[in-house]
């Protein structure tokens, strides 16, 4: 390894194939943001585009494009840690790369027929070949088979290679959560004609990925990110793990019934949805003790700083968006007046921000590490590390300004059109013309260039931190016993690192 250059040829078989999902992340990444730039002036200026990239085609990029590049941070994330965590290399090389690309043609086919053929006539045709019309996972019939037959070979991949090394804490719920994860993926490839069935079984794939199954990888990945970047004490990390996992199935699984309020589904839904989803923030504010605990055991000391801040906006983020966003709306007596306004939306965007881009960022920063030679990534980097901490506080202002905007849009949809309109045809015009919601869809455009702007930094910040850096990463594994209150941080160790 050598300091500060580019070290592709000398990582594993496994870490460069992390890396090839890393780099389409980003890229994805960088387009979900240019499509939600494109819709967000479409909400202000709807002439913008008409006919040629219609609203409906940039929205479906966009969550689509997003949904895509967080499977591939996850992917790659448990590729870059199976290494380590199972101590063997990854059982089918092979098999594994030409997955990679299978897959990666295949999003590309799906992204090129969204945009230049966007759709068709209402028969099986259109949905084998151009879209199957499911929000967030629209890629038409064939590349849902395709994508299962991926996901497969990647499983393989995981738990052979684990079953030929050894078995952890982490590795063990990460695997059975993987079978949960591509299972679901299932319930949202059949089709029936009978719209309250079709999103029951939507909502299978969509709530239970994202407040279940993607929770608990998270849970791992996070695990694992503490004991590298802090050198956090694994069995601790391991007990946390398994608590927040059974508190998330607990609350999360029945959870979905707060999607099942108004869709058709019997009322008993009303009560238990109601009841088991307002019990989600649990888990979550377990996450945020758990981080703050271990950071601040090892005083805050990370061989990896912006890993760090992304793992601590992680807990945070999660906590916010998805526990105190989605517990706003979540009662029945409540979700009535907010269902389907911006609220949603708002509580979408700080959800899906907070705890998943958050974390795979902080996973993107540990690869870049080892890609520049394991070099130095504590405090004073040169300009101040200027560029991670910009584009940290530059995407966080924008992804939060995006979110109080859609929230005062939202709210007043829930007094003028709800409330006080009844819910009528008319008044879901009025809850649309009012200049407090007009304002906000302005205001929602500027954070969200604003966001944009902080991604353009990260992405450059991935390429160029740590070049020509001549310190080595800091040691952090070898103080994982508790007599670390003595040690006065990060400054007393960089002396003798530098
Ligand atoms: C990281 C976890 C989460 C993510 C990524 C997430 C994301 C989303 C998204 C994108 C929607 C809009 C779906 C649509 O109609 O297109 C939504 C809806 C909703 N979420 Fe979450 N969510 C998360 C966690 C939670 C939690 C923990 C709760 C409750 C405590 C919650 C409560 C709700 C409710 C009630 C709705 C329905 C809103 C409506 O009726 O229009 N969510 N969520
Ligand atoms: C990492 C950042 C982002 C995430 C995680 C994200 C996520 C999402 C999600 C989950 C939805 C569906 C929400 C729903 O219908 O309830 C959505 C819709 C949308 N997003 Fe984003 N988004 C991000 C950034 C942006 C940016 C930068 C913009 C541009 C200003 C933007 C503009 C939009 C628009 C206009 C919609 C359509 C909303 C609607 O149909 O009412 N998003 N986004
Ligand atoms: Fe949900």
Not at 222 to 227: E, R
Not at 456 to 479: C, H, N, P, Q, Y
Request: charged letters at 10%.
């Amino acid at each position: 390894m050598k300091l500060g250059a580019i070290n592709y040829s000398e990582l594993t078989d496994a870490q460069r194939l992390a890396v090839k999902y890393f780099v389409v992340a980003m890229a994805l990444f960088l387009a979900q943001m240019l499509f939600g730039v494109l819709s967000a002036i479409q909400f202000v200026l709807p002439d913008f585009l008409f006919g040629v990239l219609d609203f409906n085609v940039n929205r479906m990029v966009h969550i689509n494009a997003m949904v895509v590049w967080m499977l591939y941070g996850f992917t790659g994330s448990i590729f870059w840690l199976i290494e380590d965590e199972s101590g063997v290399p990854l059982v089918g090389q092979k098999i594994a790369n030409i997955t990679f690309w299978v897959l990666t043609a295949a999003v590309a086919v799906v992204v090129v027929v969204f945009l230049f053929v966007q759709s068709g006539p209402g028969e099986q045709m259109t949905l084998w070949l151009i879209n199957e019309g499911r929000e967030y996972i629209e890629a038409p019939r064939w590349a849902d088979i395709g994508i299962v037959l991926c996901m497969l070979a990647i499983f393989y991949n995981v738990c052979g290679t684990f079953l030929k090394g050894k078995w952890s804490g982490i590795s063990g719920v990460l695997v059975l959560d993987l079978v949960a994860l591509a299972g679901l993926y299932l319930a949202g490839m059949f089709y029936t004609t009978n719209l309250p069935m079709d999103q029951y079984w939507w909502w299978w794939v969509i709530h239970l990925w994202v407040e279940a199954t993607w929770e608990v990888l998270v849970g791992c990945i996070m695990a694992w990110g503490l004991i590298a970047t802090l050198g956090a004490n694994r069995r601790i990390v391991t007990t946390w793990l398994y608590i927040e996992v059974a508190l998330m199935f607990g609350s999360g699984i029945l959870g979905l019934g707060h999607h099942y309020f108004w869709i058709g589904t019997p009322e008993y839904w009303l009560g238990v949805g109601g009841f088991f989803s307002a019990l989600e923030p649990v888990p979550l504010v377990a996450m945020v003790v758990h981080a703050i605990y271990d950071a601040g055991r090892h005083s805050f000391r990370s061989n990896n700083h912006p890993a760090l801040a992304w793992l601590i906006a992680h807990a945070f983020g999660n906590f916010l968006g998805a526990g105190v966003w989605g517990f706003m709306q979540t009662l029945p007596q409540i979700n009535l007046y907010t269902h389907g306004t911006q609220w949603a939306s708002s509580h979408g965007h700080l959800a899906f921000f907070g705890a998943y881009v958050t974390i795979i960022v902080a996973f993107i920063y540990l690869a870049v590490q080892k890609l520049r030679g394991d070099v130095w990534m504590s405090s004073r980097l040169p300009y101040n590390g200027f560029l991670w901490k910009g584009s940290l506080l530059l995407t966080h202002v924008g992804m939060i300004g995006m979110t109080i905007a859609l929230l005062i849009a939202g709210y007043e949809q829930a007094f003028v059109e709800r409330a006080q309109g009844g819910s009528t045809w008319a008044a879901y015009f009025a809850g649309q013309t009012q200049p407090w919601f007009i304002q906000a869809m302005w205001w929602r455009l500027v954070f969200g260039v604003l966001m944009t702007v902080g991604v353009v930094m990260l992405l450059w910040d991935f390429l160029s931190i740590g070049a020509g850096e001549t310190r080595t990463k800091l040691d952090v594994r070898r103080d994982t016993a508790p007599a670390i209150e003595e040690d006065s941080g990060v400054g007393a160790t960089e002396t003798q690192s530098a």
